[in-house]
């Protein structure tokens, strides 16, 4: 038998919708021998999911995606494996991009408002449930609303 794995995943740390150990017991659920927590901008989730690894009897990869501006302003989504989640200049370095994530969600939000569409940035810090906020978070904020009838269409 071919050992599987995923080796990109997002939990509800980020913009993902299953807490870090419900990710890995779906993971194993679907016989995978491996998954990598691959979060944006926060390694949040690694504990619980390696906790929730050792129970079901499955490889957690530490890991995360960081987003950047390659040249001619091309979105990079750098992923990184096997990190020190406890390194002090990675967790000031993951701080700050939080922060950034935060700044963005707020100035979606007001944009929103100033076009006449009500979300509220409360509601979507709520929604990212103390993780990152991200683009599917407002997407969802503006669905309730009533101003999108999918996430994909919140954007398109």
Not at 64 to 80: D, F, K, M
Not at 142 to 151: D, F, H, K, L, N
Request: no cysteine; charged share 25%.
């Amino acid at each position: 038998m071919q050992a599987l794995a995923d080796l990109h995943t997002h939990s509800n740390a980020s913009d993902g919708a299953l807490s870090p150990a419900e990710l890995v017991r779906s993971a194993a659920d679907a016989d995978l021998a491996a998954v990598a927590i691959t979060d944006h901008d926060t390694m949040e989730g690694v504990a619980e999911a390696l906790q929730a690894g050792d129970e079901v009897g499955i490889e957690v990869i530490p890991g995360i995606e960081i987003s950047t501006i390659g040249p001619g302003g091309v979105e990079v989504h750098v992923l990184g494996y096997f990190l020190d989640r406890q390194y002090p200049p990675l967790d000031e370095l993951l701080r700050k991009l939080r922060e950034s994530r935060f700044d963005r969600g707020r100035e979606m939000v007001e944009a929103l408002n100033n076009i006449g569409v009500k979300v509220g940035l409360d509601r979507v810090v709520e929604i990212a449930q103390g993780g990152a906020i991200g683009r599917p978070h407002v997407a969802r904020a503006i669905i309730e609303v009533g101003a999108a009838s999918t996430i994909d269409s919140a954007f398109g």
